[in-house]
């Protein structure tokens, strides 16, 4: 019977998927979910999912175009390593060509969308878009390391550093 000593804990491992929460309300933007559960992730196409690490999934689309410009690579990242928790952004990149995300800050600014830097000598820069009633904001790296990307991220969501 000393054998069944590891079970508790096997079943207490079992339950371990992440952090449990329910997902938030849907949102899209430029035809992009920006959040919402696995299901609108799967909806819109989001398919090419992955448990990474057990506490969080990533769905990704290919060639994926957005307000006009692309095609890019996109995902979202879900809470919980079944994707229950939903996802709160959304984030597009090139694979070959860093510098094709401008394509998408040239619309916004011709669409009337502001920016500003969240440039300081401690943290990675980014530009960052956003628009007297939009519920979103634009996140753009400047300095990188490996893709440069671009991230929708809703108003609510404020995990981000904004400037």
């Known amino acids: 019977m000393a054998c069944n000593g590891w079970w508790p804990a096997l079943l207490l ?20 979910p920006v959040a919402g559960s696995l299901a609108d ?14 506490i969080s999934m990533r769905c990704r689309k290919h060639k994926v175009m957005f307000e006009g410009t692309g095609p890019y690579e996109a995902a979202v990242d879900l809470v919980g390593g079944d994707g229950s928790g939903g996802f709160g952004f959304v984030t597009l990149w090139h694979d070959q ?3 094709a995300v401008y394509a998408i800050t040239d619309v916004l600014e011709k669409r ?5 830097n969240t440039a300081t000598g401690d943290h990675g820069d980014q530009m ?3 628009k007297k009633g939009a519920r979103v904001g634009v996140f753009m790296d400047l300095s990188y390391w490996g893709k440069r990307r671009v991230r929708v991220i809703p108003n609510w969501n404020r995990r981000e550093r904004r400037c």
């Open 13 to 32: 491992l079992a339950g371990c998927g992440g952090p449990h929460r329910p997902p938030p309300a849907p949102l899209m933007f430029g035809g992009l």
């Open 41 to 54: 992730a799967k909806r819109a196409g989001f398919v090419d999912c992955q448990q990474a690490d057990g």
């Open 97 to 99: 060509d860093q510098y």
């Open 112 to 116: 009337g969308w502001v920016s500003c």
């Open 128 to 130: 960052i878009y956003s």
